[in-house]
């Protein structure tokens, strides 16, 4: 049964649909553990050791949200390889009513998000290039790493973050409405809670590099 649902479009839609919003569940808890370094720098450090602390704990959480990854590509890329087999070829022309630019660059910014959980991992969780990297010590780390020299680093974080609040945007509304916690609407290009979503998350990690160019961080 379980192998049917998969193979269903609606199955892996709705799998998609979940995987994304266990994705957005940890997006929020991390940009809020991140946004702590404006506090006090230590308070992120003590969240990175309790983290840690947590043991095997930390250990299943980084599963689910691995096993979320995998899935939530996956089922992304069979779903636009069975929407480009059902229309092979495209219309000439149409003038877009409805989607959004979010909508239009999900591929494209699927693919630099996939990009950017590489480098970002490398660079911030295991130290690969970084130039000062201590371990368990991430308001130290995320300084060093986004200094001046460092530029390109900062331009790319930016540019991938600016790709996931527009990833979230338009995933988060589909998402909910895959699930059905969402109604069609009048105005479908009216998503508040998305875009709010999106403006928080994105906005609140794109910042913390951008304060470290402009000193706001030392």
């Known amino acids: 049964m379980l192998r049917e649902f998969w ?3 609606i199955g892996k839609k709705v799998v998609m649909a979940v995987s994304g919003l266990i994705g ?3 997006l929020i808890s991390h940009v809020v553990s991140n946004l702590a370094v404006f506090e006090n720098p230590q308070h992120l450090n003590a969240y990175a050791r309790f983290l840690r602390g947590l043991g095997p704990l930390l250990y299943v959480a980084r599963g689910v949200l691995v096993a979320a990854v995998i899935l939530h590509v996956i089922s992304a890329f069979q779903l636009m390889a069975r929407a480009r087999a059902a229309r092979p070829v495209d219309y000439r ?3 877009p009513q409805v989607s959004t630019f979010a909508s239009r ?10 990009a950017f959980i590489v480098v970002h991992l490398a660079d911030l969780t295991f130290g690969l290039g970084h130039p000062g990297f201590v371990h368990l010590q991430p308001a130290e780390n995320i ?11 900062v331009a790319f974080y930016v540019l991938a973050m600016i790709s996931l609040g527009l ?3 338009h995933g988060a509304w589909s998402s909910m409405r895959t699930l059905g ?3 069609p609407s009048a105005s ?7 875009i709010i979503l999106a403006v928080a998350i994105a906005g609140g990690f794109a910042i913390i590099p951008l304060a470290v160019v402009f000193g706001v961080l030392r």
């Open 93 to 95: 022309a149409r003038e």
């Open 7 to 9: 193979r269903s479009t």
């Open 143 to 153: 300084v060093t790493g986004f200094g001046p020299e460092r530029w390109w680093m």
């Open 105 to 114: 660059s999900m591929k494209v910014g699927g693919v630099l998000l996939l």
């Open 181 to 183: 916690a969402a109604r």
């Open 188 to 194: 479908p290009l009216r998503r508040v809670i998305p």
């Open 167 to 169: 990833h979230l945007w």
């Open 24 to 26: 957005v569940g940890f």
